[in-house]
């Protein structure tokens, strides 16, 4: 029997039976007062004059009122770059401990977004949230005696004057519990490994070691790690291996796209569990089976608006029009699109962390992630955005039988003059027709999108299509930001971002031949 597994879990549970049902507009304002209290005194909090703004008698209200919207740039370039030249409360008390280096999905510069000593604290505190949730799972108790594969960024951040820089999954790792580091996977020393090739491949090395009962991570890096840990020990799948994984939490991208060439990897059906870690915080966790939302984390230390995503309130570089109206919990509708826009104990106010939510049960503050605000294609008034791109790939994986875990698309004027959506697949298709791809991707298109099929019968000529091996999309992303920790693809590119993409499908193809 497992006995610690069984205390664990008994634990666990008991904790959830003292948890009443939570009044989450409450912990949000609660959270405000806090964070305008806190950063009253920093020269962000008398510049907006946060002591007027405690004392309104409607901060909510008079805070969007007051400060604009930020994005990184702007942020950066007014208040965050000060710190770098060793000021001090800036846009909260004191300095940070750690800057978060994220390129996200855009840019080849990593933006430096500070971490507090606070928001480690907080992103810990919603960790242990998470596992307590793991109760409504129905686990069986020798699962908590498994290890737990992280595969994240490098935890050798790099060492500044006064602060370190890394990637939040090598920060978040590097500031775990110490009770948890005996179930931690791949443990410090492969850890700390900055080369991602040279890491997997110790993991592969030393897969055979370790009884790993939960894998976590962003779903491409994992599913490269699970390939080369099959094909090192000349596998049938995962479990063969790792018999007792029986949990992925994801994060970073929707898994939908991956869903099916993941669950390829493995012998059987395991448990998912959505999270939603970003460099800026953790924001959200899946916290029962019934659903695949996730709940705002709504009483640690992030304060959340949301700005209907409409075509009118966002700019074409995906930032937000000064006067777009910004909602609070206690405001928002159903399966209403928002603009996300957080400010945090590390001094991030009224920033844009360039994602669009829906609310799928405000009661809960559950939401499910719809897309990126840059990644919203209405160039010719297609209005098409991440999470219908996603279901496309989802009917073509389905119609076709296969697995298309990337792809990227550009709304591009070809030399026939006209607009076309051109639309580059990764999957592992052999001799695919193209045509009947695209006639495909755009009949389902026309049928789920109204501002599409519009478009197409006016300025958009039609859809092009190109296949290429999914090895591609992850060896762009190596070239150009690292392998491994919160790199993502993008999935909707401008057109000098396409025509260094195609450059680089074509040097990557004649390379193979």
């Known amino acids: 029997m497992a006995i610690l597994g069984s205390l664990i879990k008994g634990a666990i549970q008991l904790k959830e039976t003292f948890n009443t049902e939570k009044d989450h507009w409450k912990e949000q304002q609660e959270v405000l007062q806090y964070l305008l209290n806190t950063a009253k ?5 008398q510049h907006y004059k946060f002591e007027s703004i405690l004392d309104s008698g409607d901060p909510s209200r008079v805070f969007s009122e007051k400060i604009p919207y930020f994005n990184y740039e702007k942020i950066n370039e007014e208040w965050w770059s000060k710190l770098h030249d060793s000021h001090e409360n800036v846009t909260w008390p004191d300095r940070p401990s750690y800057f978060a280096l994220s390129s996200g999905t855009t840019g080849k510069n990593s933006k430096r977004i500070p971490v507090t000593d606070e928001m480690i604290g907080a992103i810990r505190e919603a960790g242990l949230k998470q596992v307590f949730a793991l109760s409504n799972f129905d686990l069986p108790a020798d699962f908590f005696e498994k290890e737990i594969m992280m595969l994240g960024s490098s935890t050798d951040l790099e060492e500044k004057s006064n602060h370190k820089e890394g990637e939040i999954s090598g920060i978040s790792a590097g500031n775990i519990p110490f009770w948890f580091r005996s179930y931690y996977k791949p443990g410090e020393e492969i850890a700390n490994i900055d080369d991602w090739d040279q890491r997997v491949a110790l993991i592969a090395e030393k897969a055979a070691d370790w009884d790993i009962g939960a894998l976590s991570g962003i779903p491409s890096w994992i599913e490269l790690m699970l390939q080369k840990v099959i094909e090192y020990h000349n596998l049938k799948n995962i479990h063969e291996i790792w018999p007792n994984l029986m949990v992925y939490t994801s994060g970073g991208v ?14 059987h059906p395991i448990t998912i569990i959505d999270t939603y870690l970003a460099s800026e915080g953790f924001i959200a966790c899946q ?7 996730m709940q705002l984390i709504t009483d640690n230390g992030i304060f959340f608006e949301f700005v209907p995503f409409k075509p009118e309130y966002i700019q074409e570089d995906g930032s937000l029009n000064y006067n777009a109206p910004a909602l609070t919990l206690n405001e928002v509708q159903l399966d209403q699109d928002y603009v996300l826009v957080i400010s945090t ?5 009224r920033y844009l962390i360039g994602d669009t939510i829906k609310f799928t049960d405000i009661e809960k503050a559950e939401i499910e992630i719809t897309g990126r605000t840059k990644f919203f294609l209405n160039t010719v008034g297609s209005q098409l955005s991440v999470n219908k791109m996603d279901d496309a790939m989802g009917f073509l994986e389905e119609t076709y039988a296969t697995k298309i875990p990337e792809y990227t698309i550009c709304a591009k004027r070809c030399k026939d003059g006209e607009f076309y959506h051109c639309w580059y697949l990764g999957s592992q298709m052999e001799n695919p027709d193209v ?4 006639k495909s991707l755009d009949g389902f298109l026309k049928e789920v999108n109204k501002n599409y099929r519009v478009a197409r019968s006016k300025s958009l000529k039609g859809v092009k299509v190109k296949v290429v091996d999914t090895k591609v999309f992850y060896d762009w992303n190596g070239k150009n930001k690292k392998k491994g920790g919160q790199v993502k693809m993008e999935r909707v590119m401008n057109k000098e ?3 260094e993409w195609e450059k680089f499908v074509q040097s990557s193809v004649s390379k193979e031949n």
Request: charged fraction near 20%.
């Open 41 to 45: 005194n920093t020269a962000f909090g």
């Open 254 to 267: 929707a898994f939908g796209p991956y869903e099916k060439s993941f669950n390829a990897l493995m012998g």
């Open 287 to 293: 916290t029962r089976p019934e659903t695949k939302a």
């Open 345 to 349: 104990v590390s001094g991030a106010w």
């Open 435 to 438: 045509d009947a791809l695209s």
């Open 497 to 499: 971002k396409f025509s």
